[in-house]
């Protein structure tokens, strides 16, 4: 089936460390973009790349880094820079000037 | 993007028509009316979007009154899986990049109920 997954659908991280979050899409669609969901809160821009090995700082980049080797994986990492990292993180994905498509999410928590 | 107003929670009976609606009275003409919406504790997912005419897809239809002040969600046959938060959102389509970023509201909570 054609979608966008990603893994792991819940991640904990100790204090100072790196995780990264993966997502894949099989859709062949140019754009893919990262969010943050806090609790009873809207979606908030992370990340986006609009093609392969380029990509755009969202709204609330700090503390987060991004990579677009691949036109499929757009895999996000959070540093230890981010200091408020729990939250839920969605990736999206779409042809370039049309409405996006979800994942299912990683649910990021602090240990 | 423009504002929008939607109830904070809705009731439907199984089987029954769910009409949401959405005022978004500051709407500018090149601007479109998308519907998303979230299950809990997974992605949201993408339903319909329209500029002025009514549009009909398998998941719903979207009416959008004549002055594109307000429109309606309608999912025609509302089952319990339809339970979810949605959202109206109001932009100008075409846009790639940052600007195809999308900006949720706090949504209508739809029960479906037996």
């Known amino acids: 089936d054609g979608g966008i997954t990603q893994s792991p659908k819940y991640l904990f991280r100790k204090e100072g460390q790196n995780v990264t979050l993966s997502c894949e899409q099989n859709l062949n669609h140019d754009a893919m973009y990262w969010y943050r969901q806090d609790p009873g809160q809207g979606l908030r821009l992370i990340y986006y790349s609009q093609i392969v090995n380029d990509f ?39 042809p370039l000037n049309q409405p996006q498509h979800f994942g299912d999410g990683t649910r990021l928590s602090i240990l | 993007d423009a504002k929008t107003t939607q109830p904070p929670s809705m009731d439907c009976a199984e089987g029954r028509a769910a009409n949401l609606p959405c005022n978004h009275s500051t709407i500018s003409g090149n601007e479109y009316v998308y519907w998303y919406r979230q299950i809990h504790s997974q ?15 398998e998941m719903a239809s979207l009416i959008i009154t004549e002055d594109r002040k307000s429109s309606t969600l309608i999912l025609p046959h509302a089952t319990l899986r339809d ?15 940052g600007g195809n970023k999308l900006t949720f509201g706090t949504g209508t909570q739809l029960k479906v109920e037996l």
């Open chain 2, 43 to 57: 992605g949201p997912q993408y339903i319909i979007h329209g500029l002025k005419n009514n549009e009909t897809n």
């Open chain 2, 83 to 97: 339970t979810a938060v949605y959202y109206c959102i109001v932009r100008v389509a075409g846009l790639t990049g």
């Open chain 1, 56 to 94: 755009q700082k969202g709204d609330i980049a700090e503390g987060y880094s991004v990579s677009r080797e691949k036109k499929e994986s757009f895999p996000l990492t959070v540093t230890s820079a981010q200091k408020n990292p729990t939250a839920f993180y969605l990736c999206a994905s779409s």
